[in-house]
């Protein structure tokens, strides 16, 4: 295989040039008018006046916010599957099918070849901050693994096809590049994820150069290399030596971080992050672990920012680039080259700096604990089992929390975790795992502090530890196993119930 490394570089280097001149608001305005004026003959620019506008005040006016909910509702269900001109020119040839990680509701979320230039650009911004940070990297000199899901797609209409993003994307990677992509379409295209790991872990070469896909699951992939090889040590670095790159996104970091420094021991991989949803590549990692994604200003996405508890007011506030604070939680809002307008993704973000613009995923809107008032948020939760998994030296495989209300044997209410840790812990370090949890928890969270206090608006949280594979076993159970699928952190009602069924 030829190094495209230096043609990388040569990218990277034009790149940064670029990036280091531009201004943040010119350019998401200008992104704002090129997707108002090339959607402004379809149904959806025709109903909001999309001729009209001519500002970032004027767009907002016009355009109301919308979740998904809204939009299938009143724009796609109508004519799905075959979506033509509703909210993007001509017909939209990809959907990706993406369940509510907290609904379970299935969503249809369009995908432009406009939108797949985008994610192409966007990931090659990835690897100029790579190769800026590791100027002696040779990452195109081997294979990358991508541990996505199934690529299989479904025709849903003609020239319509549907099925995981990562199968999308597979599925326009050009004929030239295939080569330097693993798992090869055989594998690639399996929907049974514990063949399909089990084969990945057999097959994959050792000249792996970069590693892609949602941590959780990759822990699971490493743990299957162990397996394979008892006669290694269980480091990265002892399967695959030239690996300089681990991306990952899509669920918080934190609670896996001490496991991935484990088995990067020894190796000269960095982690870097990435906030890829189905509905748009958002940002990327341009600095250390921790230092906040640069969002991707000029790349066919428009971004808006709504405080979070403006979300279920009747004229929330919207800010932007132009007027966003940095250390404030906000409802992230994209308006797309997939012909999403206004559109509520769901998760939550925290500017840190605005030049250039950087931002910490801090949850999910509907991720927020607040039973009893508390008012956690997906970040808080995340830290705190991050931090009471290392106060006894284990690590965490996944978890999820819950509120129990009060009944006749408890007149308090609390929140359980069920929480997966390796290795699995002694009672006395179950207990010290709960006091460490409780204790940061109110140490990040005034409200939870106040409901703590004297005991009188909530109990100690209780801590459920659960073998190894549990969760797996439950999300193989729901159908919702690998690829994008994610445990959900919050759960409540069926999903809570289910779960504590199994204890």
């Given at each position: ?6 043609l ?5 280097w034009?790149?940064r ?77 990809h ?5 509510g ?28 901050w ?13 294979p ?27 599925s ?7 080569s ?7 594998l ?44 290694r ?7 695959f ?122 949850g ?52 359980l ?23 940061d ?34 999300m ?25 069924r199994?204890?």
């Amino acid at each position: 295989m030829r190094d495209a490394t230096p043609l990388v570089r040569l990218y990277g280097w034009n790149r940064r040039r670029r990036l280091v001149k531009q201004d943040a608001a010119a350019t998401q305005e200008r992104q704002l008018h090129r997707l108002s004026h090339r959607a402004r003959d379809t149904r959806f620019g025709r109903a909001h006046d999309f001729r009209s506008i001519d500002s970032v005040a004027a767009y907002q006016s016009a355009v109301p916010l919308r979740r998904y909910e809204d939009l299938w509702r009143e724009w796609f269900r109508p004519v799905f599957p075959a979506i033509d001109n509703v909210t993007w020119p001509g017909s939209i040839g990809h959907l990706a099918v993406s369940s509510g990680t907290s609904s379970g509701t299935t969503k249809w979320i369009p995908v432009t070849s406009e939108m797949m230039r985008s994610n192409t650009r966007a990931a090659l911004d990835g690897l100029t901050w790579h190769l800026a940070a590791n100027p002696q990297s040779r990452i195109f000199g081997g294979p990358s693994l991508v541990l996505g899901g199934s690529t299989g797609l479904v025709e849903r209409a003609p020239g319509v096809r549907s099925g995981d993003l990562s199968g999308i994307a597979a599925s326009q990677v050009p004929f030239w590049a295939q080569s330097r992509y693993f798992p090869p379409p055989d594998l690639a295209l399996l929907e049974n994820w514990d063949e399909k790991l089990d084969r990945i872990a057999r097959a994959a070469p050792n000249d792996i150069r970069s590693i892609g896909g949602t941590p959780s699951w990759l822990l699971i992939l490493f743990d299957r290399l162990a397996q394979l090889h008892p006669d290694r040590p269980r480091r990265l670095a002892s399967y695959f030596p030239k690996l300089e790159m681990i991306v990952h996104g899509g669920v918080g970091f934190a609670p896996y971080r001490s496991a991935f420094e484990r088995w990067l021991d020894g190796s000269r991989a960095e982690t870097r992050e990435v906030y890829a949803a189905s509905e748009g590549f958002i940002a990327v990692a341009d600095r250390g672990p921790g230092e906040g994604m640069r969002l991707i200003l000029d790349n066919g996405l428009f971004f808006e920012f709504v405080p979070v508890e403006e979300l279920g007011s009747a004229s929330p506030i919207r800010h932007w680039i132009g007027n966003a604070e940095t250390g404030v939680d906000y409802a992230i809002v994209l308006t797309t080259n997939a012909g999403l307008f206004g559109y509520v993704i769901g998760d939550t973000v925290r500017l840190v700096d605005r030049d250039p613009p950087r931002l910490l995923v801090t949850g999910r809107t509907s991720y927020s604990l607040s039973a009893f008032g508390e008012h956690l948020i997906g970040e808080e939760l995340e830290g705190g089992v991050a931090a009471a998994a290392q106060a006894i030296g284990a690590i965490v495989a996944d978890f999820s929390v819950g509120a129990l209300y009060p009944d006749d044997r408890h007149p308090l209410g609390r929140h359980l975790f069920i929480v997966e840790l390796d290795p699995p812990p002694s009672p006395e370090a179950l207990a010290r795992f709960a006091r460490t949890l409780d204790a940061d928890l109110a140490a990040r969270n005034e409200d939870y502090a106040a409901h703590r206090a004297g005991g009188h608006g909530m109990d100690a949280p209780e801590v459920a530890a659960v073998p190894r594979g549990f969760f797996a076993d439950w999300m193989r159970e729901r159908g919702k196993l690998g690829g994008q699928n994610k445990v959900p952190r919050v759960v409540s009602g069926e999903l809570l119930d289910d779960l504590r069924r199994r204890l």
